[in-house]
Every structure is written in structure tokens, then in C-alpha cells.
């Protein structure tokens, strides 16, 4: 990495110049979210700059989302937030924006299990029987996702055999028992992670995560789908588009 001189052009080209070295170093050295990069005093050193100049370009690369600094340890890469459409019907993968990275899925169990209580709050009643799929979802960066999702049985024979670690649930539910997705119902809390949850999206305790409940209905205003699953909170952003009606 060439060196800079604070001697040379004006102050904003150079921390404009120390940013781009930056984004530089992060890409050779091939760092990942929640990788150190070297402190204010290596930087200097490596750049032939000052620490002003350096504390500028970080400022500026942790305003745009690049880094972060993690009080009394150093400053980090910062893990790419995933944008999520709250109104949206489709499934996680799915629901993703446009521009999202290389999302995979973990199958982690699938069985059946006889739930007699989600039945009654989020089946009507109608069902107690259900394939219970839990699934991890990850990109580059760590962790997005562990999901819950509950699958009648008697509205889903045999499903559990159609699905892997990166099919598509819901476009098997359409494809294959052709319903026809009409309305969701979600209820978002931000809350703190349980140890089973910790130990799957590899995080601390005091990390919160955003819990989502997620009730799907057809267009016979049945219910079809129950999911419950939890977010990395610092992974993810939320956002809503709808039309302005009178």
C-alpha cells in the first residue's frame, strides 16, 4: 500500500484518499465483518499520515456503514445490513431486496411434532399436527436468521420430503399444494436471545434480536403458515413502501 504524505493536496482529498486505502486494505486483506483493522497509530504509520487525518476517514467510513468501533477493543468491519419489506407475503429469502448478497440456508431439524396450543393460536383450532422446520440463514457476513416455521400436516402430506436446505418453502406450498397466498399478520418485538439462540447465530446474550411472528392466510382468510423466527438486530434494517390513498 503506497504511503501518503500530509504535505501533499488539501486536507479533504487526503482523508478522501485514506478512505479509499481503507476500503483497500479491507479488500486485500480479505476481512470479513467483525474483523479489526490496524488502530490509529498503524494507520499513521502505514500511510505516512496524520492522526487527524486517519480519525477523519474513519468518522466518515463509520458514518457510510463501512466500520464501527467497539468501545475499548478497536475499530471493526461492520457487517452489511439486509433490508426487509415489512408488508411483504413471501418468505425470508424472498422477501429480500433486490440488491442482497449471496443468501444460504441450514436446514438444522424437520419433524413432525404434535403442537396442540399452536393450533389454537394460530391455526383456529383447525390443526395439531405440523412439520416443525427450523433453518439458519447466513451470508458473507455471519448469521441473519434462525426460523421457525410450522407446516399442517393435513393441509401439507408429505412436504417434509420436498424440501432442503435451499428450496423455497413457500413456492413449494404454491407450486405443489397450489395455495394462494392473500394476507399476513406479523407481530415484531425487539427482545434478548435465549442460549439456544445464542448458539446458532453465534452471538452474546446481551445482542438483541428482533422476534418476528408471521401468520399467513389464503384466500379463503384460512390460515396456511406460522413461522417464528428471529433476527440478527444489527444485521437487519426495516422498510415499508405502499401507495398514499385518499
Known amino acids: 500500500m503506497n504511503k ?5 493536496g488539501s486536507p479533504t482529498f487526503l482523508y478522501e484518499e485514506v478512505m479509499a486505502h481503507i476500503r483497500e486494505l479491507i ?14 497509530a498503524e494507520l499513521c504509520d502505514i500511510l505516512d499520515v496524520s ?5 477523519r476517514a474513519i468518522k466518515e467510513l ?11 477493543k478497536g475499530t471493526f468491519v461492520k457487517a452489511s445490513k439486509t433490508q426487509l419489506h415489512l408488508l411483504n407475503l413471501k418468505g ?43 433453518r439458519k440463514v447466513y451470508d458473507g457476513d455471519g448469521y ?24 423455497s418453502t413457500f413456492r413449494v406450498m404454491k407450486t405443489e399444494y397450489h395455495v394462494k397466498f392473500a394476507k399476513v399478520k406479523k407481530e415484531i ?23 418476528v411472528k408471521k401468520v399467513i392466510y389464503n ?4 390460515p396456511v403458515h406460522y413461522s417464528n423466527y428471529y433476527l440478527t438486530a444489527s444485521r437487519v434494517k426495516f422498510y415499508i413502501e405502499a401507495e398514499y390513498t385518499d
Request: aromatic share 6%; proline share 5%.
Open 4 to 8: 501518503l504524505s500530509d504535505t501533499k
Open 27 to 40: 479488500k486485500k486483506q480479505n476481512l470479513h465483518a467483525g474483523a479489526r483493522i490496524p488502530n490509529e
Open 51 to 55: 492522526r487527524i487525518t486517519i480519525r
Open 62 to 72: 463509520i458514518a457510510e456503514g463501512v466500520l464501527e468501533v467497539v468501545r475499548g
Open 92 to 134: 425470508f429469502t424472498e422477501g429480500l431486496s433486490a440488491e442482497e448478497r449471496n443468501i444460504q440456508k441450514t436446514i438444522i431439524s424437520k419433524k413432525r411434532v404434535d403442537n396442540p396450543e399452536i393450533g389454537v393460536k394460530h391455526f383456529a383450532g383447525r390443526y395439531s399436527e405440523f412439520i416443525e422446520l427450523v
Open 144 to 167: 441473519l436468521s434462525l426460523d421457525y416455521a410450522y407446516l399442517p400436516t393435513e393441509l401439507y402430506p408429505n412436504i417434509e420430503g420436498k424440501i432442503d436446505d435451499q428450496t
Open 189 to 211: 418485538e425487539y427482545t434478548l436471545p435465549t442460549l439456544e439462540i445464542c448458539e446458532h447465530l453465534e452471538i452474546n446474550k446481551i445482542s438483541p434480536v428482533v422476534r
Open 219 to 222: 384466500d379463503q382468510n384460512e
